[in-house]
């Protein structure tokens, strides 16, 4: 499957952004999907992942109550609405599709066998 990020940009403190994740090549539906991130310097870390149904979602404790992970299967593609950003939100995001069944790995990056190219968030103060 290939996936393509998009969404990201330039928005102030306290301001909104939704990213997109479309999928080509297979349906999304056979795959859990997550979001990451990586700010420069740094390691690329989970930020939510979302079932195959939707009806089960992860979130780092840094994003909880802030974003939410959703999904659209008839549509292909998965979302992540960022609420009250914070500098400290900047980053490249990554989304990504895992093959193997709901657990511990979920929230890992060896735990998700695709992924897309990445879309800059940038978080000005």
């Known amino acids: 499957v290939q996936l393509q990020a998009f969404g990201g940009g330039l928005v102030q403190a306290g301001g909104s952004l939704r990213l997109s994740c479309a999928a080509s090549g297979r349906t999304l539906r056979k795959y859990i999907m997550g979001w990451f991130r990586q700010a420069p310097g740094k390691e690329r870390d989970f930020v939510a992942a979302i079932s195959r149904s939707g009806g089960s979602t992860s979130y780092a404790d840094s994003v909880k109550g802030r974003f939410t992970i959703s999904r659209d299967n008839a549509k292909n593609t998965v979302y992540l609405q960022m609420n009250s950003l914070k500098p400290e939100d900047t980053a490249v995001y990554y989304c990504?599709?895992?093959?193997?069944?709901?657990?511990?790995?979920?929230?890992?990056?060896?735990?998700?066998?695709?992924w897309g190219q990445g879309t800059l968030v940038t978080v000005s103060s």
């Open positions: 990504a599709a895992d093959r193997a069944v709901w657990g511990a790995t979920t929230t890992t990056v060896r735990g998700y066998d695709y």
